[in-house]
């Protein structure tokens, strides 16, 4: 029998998660007492009590430093609290589309992903807790505040501190516990849910022609030592066949090797030097949560994600699943570029423009308005499941490659000549110092918010551009009618040799 202890603590100021959890240096998580039991406790707190002893709790990770010691506590708050079932991945890994994928194949309350995403990991890098509700997308700001007003008040918090589960073997596992009816702790395969949803939305026959077929291309993914890996390994190398030497970095790692899980021109480096060669036809990086990707094609052909979205929205017929679904709508956050917007034009389909942050495209799929959509930050997904998915990306391209018969670079190439295109570039600012960063964007507002910025003129070189818009892009979701804001944007047109470019700029503050 598991003894439930009550435990007195103090509470932090500092618990608010984001569109993406809650997210601190490992230390902090290590050094402070009950820091992350607390914000654990404050989840739970959020889920109805009427539905946690039936209700069914997904558990998973990327693989970073501090993931299993956070598991255990998991096991033990959730035991503590009447959680009747939990669904965890074989030694905690599980990609955060795996989790969303198999919170809405087994109809679960939520899920607990154990992830700071790109950010890298080790005992000196980052770790984060996110809370994704029974939809598989986000948790919504009503329900993060709510966390976050628990947080801010909460005195004590329930574990079952003698409880221990196995992580590492497949299989079920039942303890009593105190008070409440026996809970059950599943460990499952990481990605075979997964793979099973992956064959119903692609054509694998196809796919796997492409790849292990008589006229095969060669393919090079790196999974960048985060969750991905065995991904990469179960479906694209053994199930469709792929040469096990083009896929890299494939064995999750708590600090990702000492990289940085990132998968851009920059921290992917050595997959884009690999690129340049010319030996691979089409290559791709995954981040450390498997929600991000980068495409790349021979000689290192780079695809930036504004256009990665787009390329797949003009071929999205190439894809099963649409062909069954059709196309509800398309959607991009604001600082995307509007490769997508010229697709949605052409092809008479419905485009949303919203905020950063997944959660703004799930309560549109929710409500059956969108089927494709992405982020400039390398994210890329559909309504299969609610959050953005690497290895789906990676597959769409695949698909689009195969039906096609063109390499990456004619399908671009031909993508511009269709539809125009839309020159884009993203700036990270990493370790800032964030009183000085909000300084920074109140001097910036004051600047773009005086009404003699619009019209302004500035040159650089031979170009000349006219600021058209500037403002705080407002959200007003179509679906609960909830306003979002606090994205500064800057819109400048220009001529020069008739041709015309948009710029937009988007911060998070």
């Known amino acids: 029998?598991?003894?439930?202890?009550?435990?007195?603590?103090?509470?932090?100021?500092?618990?608010?998660?984001?569109?993406?959890?809650?997210?601190?240096?490992?230390?902090?998580?290590?050094?402070?007492?009950?820091?992350?039991?607390?914000?654990?406790?404050?989840?739970?707190?959020?889920i109805d009590p009427a539905e946690r002893q039936p209700g069914l709790l997904v558990v998973g990770g990327d693989g970073r430093f501090f993931m299993k010691d956070a598991i255990q506590l998991i096991i033990q708050i959730a035991a503590a609290n009447g959680i009747g079932h939990l669904i965890i991945g074989q030694d905690g890994i599980m990609s955060t589309p795996a989790v969303s994928c198999v919170i809405r194949k087994l109809k679960a309350v939520g899920g607990i992903i154990l992830t700071a995403s790109h950010n890298p990991g080790g005992p000196n890098g980052d770790f984060g807790i996110k809370y994704n509700i029974a939809s598989g997308g986000p948790a919504p700001e009503g329900i993060t505040d709510k966390i976050f007003q628990i947080s801010k008040s909460l005195t004590e918090y329930h574990i079952c501190p003698d409880l221990k589960v196995d992580i590492s073997k497949i299989g079920k596992q039942t303890f009593n516990v105190d008070t409440f009816k026996p809970m059950t702790v599943e460990i499952v395969d990481s990605v075979e849910a997964y793979a099973e949803m992956l064959r119903g939305i692609f054509d694998f026959h196809a796919l796997k022609g492409?790849?292990?077929?008589?006229?095969?291309?060669?393919?090079?993914?790196?999974?960048?030592?985060?969750?991905?890996?065995?991904?990469?390994k179960k479906i694209v190398c053994e199930e469709l066949g792929a040469a096990a030497d083009g896929a890299f970095n494939c064995v999750p790692k708590e600090d990702f090797g000492g990289h940085h899980p990132d998968p851009n021109l920059t921290y992917a480096s050595d997959l884009v030097n690999a690129m340049k060669g010319g030996e691979y036809d089409l290559g791709a990086a995954f981040d450390g949560d498997g929600d991000r990707n980068m495409v790349l094609g021979k000689h290192g052909f780079f695809v930036n994600p504004s256009d990665s979205v787009a390329v797949i929205a003009a071929n999205i017929t190439c894809i099963p699943y649409f062909q069954k679904t059709g196309v509800k709508g398309l959607a991009r956050s604001m600082p995307t570029s509007g490769a997508l917007d010229n697709v949605a034009k052409a092809l008479k389909m419905n485009l949303y423009e919203t905020p950063t942050g997944w959660k703004f495209f799930g309560n549109l799929m929710d409500a059956g308005k969108l089927s494709l959509c992405g982020e400039e930050s390398f994210g890329t997904g559909s309504d299969h499941i609610r959050e953005k998915d690497g290895l789906w990306a990676v597959l769409a391209w695949m698909s689009i490659l195969a039906h096609r018969k063109q390499s990456v670079e004619e399908i671009m190439k031909d993508h511009w000549n269709t539809f125009g295109r839309n020159f884009f570039t993203r700036y990270d600012y990493e370790e800032v110092d964030s009183d000085k960063a909000n300084t920074m964007i109140k001097e910036l507002e004051a600047t773009m918010f005086d009404k003699s910025f619009v019209g302004q003129k500035f040159s650089s070189g031979d170009k000349s551009y006219e600021v058209a818009v500037s403002d705080n892009?407002?959200?007003?979701?179509?679906?609960?009618?909830?306003?979002?804001?606090?994205?500064?944007?800057?819109?400048?047109?220009?001529?020069?040799?008739?041709?015309?470019?948009?710029?937009?700029?988007?911060w998070s503050i």
Do not use: W
């Open 473 to 506: 892009f407002a959200y007003t979701d179509p679906v609960d009618g909830s306003v979002s804001k606090n994205q500064v944007r800057d819109r400048t047109q220009g001529a020069s040799r008739q041709s015309h470019c948009n710029m937009q700029c988007g």
């Open 1 to 46: 029998m598991a003894k439930i202890t009550v435990v007195k603590t103090k509470a932090y100021p500092d618990q608010k998660p984001g569109t993406s959890g809650l997210r601190k240096r490992v230390t902090v998580f290590q050094t402070n007492e009950h820091y992350a039991e607390n914000f654990i406790q404050s989840i739970i707190s959020c």
């Open 210 to 232: 492409l790849v292990s077929g008589a006229n095969h291309i060669k393919v090079r993914l790196d999974a960048m030592h985060g969750v991905v890996g065995p991904y990469v």
